[in-house]
């Protein structure tokens, strides 16, 4: 699981709207596989701040949360959202190319390669992922309690 911490912002019935907490590296990530945190913290980075997540531990606006995502789950919704349109874009080209040979092969062609991405776009449109595999909520910070640490400590010892 990727993790990072973050401030739910606002509630809307079983979904919580949160604010990663970005941070630098601590230098006390894993070495094999690196800084996870700060890998989420990237993808969650840019204008909009605030994020949609599965709220099942019921917390409150302005709880500080640890917010988890699978690990597959970015590489997998790389491969739909850029793989499906690239696939489509070039199976309408090609299909277009062979479908009208002559002086209407380039129009054909162009007509295909949107059709394809067309496609793709409303194939990404109704597949949606399931909630199981969206972000959630996976650990509230209790008051009173220490902050939650946003990387692992490295315990072992030269």
Known sequence: M???EAVVIRVESEHAWVRIRPHSPCG???????CKTVA???LF???????RVSNPLQAK???LVRVAIADGLLLRSALWGYGLPLCLLLTGAIAGYF????????MATLVGASAGIGAALLLLKFLRLSS???PAIVKKHEPGLPMLSSCKKNT???
């Open 132 to 134: 199981s595999v969206e």
């Open 156 to 158: 072992n010892t030269l």
């Open 99 to 106: 479908a009208f040979p002559g002086s209407r092969q380039d």
């Open 28 to 34: 006390n990530c894993d070495p094999e596989t690196g």
């Open 2 to 4: 990727i993790e990072s």
């Open 45 to 51: 980075r840019g204008n909009n701040q605030e994020f």
């Open 61 to 63: 606006a302005g709880d």
């Open 40 to 42: 989420m913290t990237r």
